[in-house]
Structures are given as structure tokens and as C-alpha cells.
């Protein structure tokens, strides 16, 4: 049976990387929209629910703001390790 600390550094160890992962692959797809295809491309578009609209310099501003928190919330998991 894994004693405690082992059990906790895994679960940090896996949701700190599973945030990076799924972020940098999300923020990955909308940056290749955004610069390789031009505003009118079907790629650029998206469907939310009922609200439609294009990956624009607004949703590339959001984006980054959020994948920068995903950052910032996976160095806080790592410094979690440490106590």
C-alpha cells in the first residue's frame, strides 16, 4: 500500500501536468487558427452554445490571460509538493 506522501505527490504530480497539457494543446489550436488561416477561413469560425462568432485578436487576448493562469495554478501545484 503507497504510504500518503507518495499518493499526494502523484495526484499534484498528474493534475500539474494534465493543466499544462490540455492548455498549451487548446492555446496551441487557436494560435495556428489564428495566424494561419485568413478572417474569413472556416477555421477561424466557432459555434458556442448559441453564441457564434470568429477567433479574433479578442479571443487571443482572452486565451492567453487564461493559459497564463493555467501557469501560474501549476506552479502553485509544484510548490504544494514541497510541504
Known amino acids: 500500500m503507497p504510504s500518503r506522501p507518495d ?4 495526484v499534484i ?3 500539474a501536468s494534465w493543466n499544462l497539457l490540455g492548455g498549451f494543446g487548446f ?6 487558427c489564428y495566424l494561419n488561416y485568413p478572417p474569413e477561413h472556416e477555421k477561424r469560425q466557432f ?5 457564434s462568432g470568429s477567433i479574433n485578436q479578442d479571443i487571443v487576448i482572452g486565451i492567453t490571460v487564461v493559459m497564463l493562469c493555467q501557469i501560474l495554478s501549476t506552479i502553485l501545484l ?4 514541497n510541504e
Not at 7 to 10: I, T
Not at 27 to 32: F, K, L, R, V
Not at 47 to 51: D, E, I, L, S
Open 13 to 15: 504530480t498528474t493534475l
Open 47 to 51: 459555434q458556442y452554445h448559441t453564441f
Open 7 to 10: 499518493e499526494r505527490w502523484f
Open 78 to 81: 509544484c510548490l504544494a509538493l
Open 27 to 32: 492555446y496551441a489550436y487557436i494560435m495556428d
